[in-house]
């Protein structure tokens, strides 16, 4: 039985909650605000679900989601996430988040900024370009025509290949960008972030993604 970690529980969190529970995994969920406000999702999504502190969750996951904003990426447990694949879907919006200087001037990425502060976990950015709602209703079986497809990135092979799993368990097809330090291509605002795409026309909006917007 495997158990993902979801640190956040808020549009996407809950999402890959519901997904991840329909499909059999364990979720030990958590927040910033403490288990006793998840009270309600966990017992909608039922026997496979617990809220936990957010240390908790990442340190009961075999994996972890971590699905905050942006602003608030260094709360992240190094030590409770050391040695795990952690999927990372922050995007930086600098309305909410203020201006972070090195994404601003294109000299880093989100994912590079939480793999740097996650010192020791395999992060693979995942989920940074869906809505949330879409989490749980536009995935289809593998092989099916013009299935959607979602984008990922990571220094770490392990991870690549369990986002891959994931995603096709979901119900999306995976678009490999290649390292962190390309991963801007599907940060926001580049082509590829937020419309429907198969492999093919994600492919496509990567490679004429602008490096800085
Ligand atoms: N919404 C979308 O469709 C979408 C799509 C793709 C990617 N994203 C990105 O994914 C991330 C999450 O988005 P969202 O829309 O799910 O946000 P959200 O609805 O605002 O939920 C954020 C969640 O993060 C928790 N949180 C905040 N700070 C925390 C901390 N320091 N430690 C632990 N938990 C913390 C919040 O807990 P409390 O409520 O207790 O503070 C809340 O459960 C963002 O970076 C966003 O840009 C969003």
């Known amino acids: 039985m495997t158990t993902i970690g979801i640190i956040g529980a808020g549009h996407i969190g809950s999402q890959v909650a519901r997904k991840a529970v329909q499909l059999g995994y364990d979720v030990v969920i958590g927040n910033s605000r403490g288990p006793e ?50 999927i990372d879907t ?21 994912s590079g900024l939480v793999q740097e502060h996650l010192k020791g976990s395999m992060v693979a950015k995942g989920f940074n370009h869906i809505e949330s709602a879409d ?3 536009t995935g289809a079986l593998t092989g099916t025509d013009n299935r959607r497809a979602l984008a990922t990135a990571s220094d770490h ?17 995976t678009v490999n960008i290649g390292t962190l330090a ?21 492919t496509a909006n990567l490679a004429k993604a602008p490096r800085v917007i």
């Open 37 to 86: 406000t998840l009270t309600d999702l966990v017992a909608e999504l039922g026997p496979r679900a617990r809220a936990a502190t957010a240390i908790d969750a990442a340190e009961a996951g075999d994996f972890a989601v971590v699905t905050i904003p942006m602003k608030n990426y260094t709360d992240l447990s190094v030590e409770a996430l050391a040695g795990k694949i952690v």
């Open 90 to 110: 922050l995007n930086y919006y600098w309305e909410r988040d203020g201006h972070i200087e090195v994404l601003d001037d294109g000299e880093a990425t989100t």
């Open 135 to 137: 989490i749980t209703t």
């Open 157 to 173: 092979q392990e991870a690549v290949e369990l986002i891959t799993e994931l995603y096709d368990e979901f119900g999306f097809d």
């Open 182 to 202: 390309e991963s801007w291509r599907v940060e926001r605002d580049r082509p590829a972030y937020g419309p429907r795409q198969n492999a093919q026309e994600l």
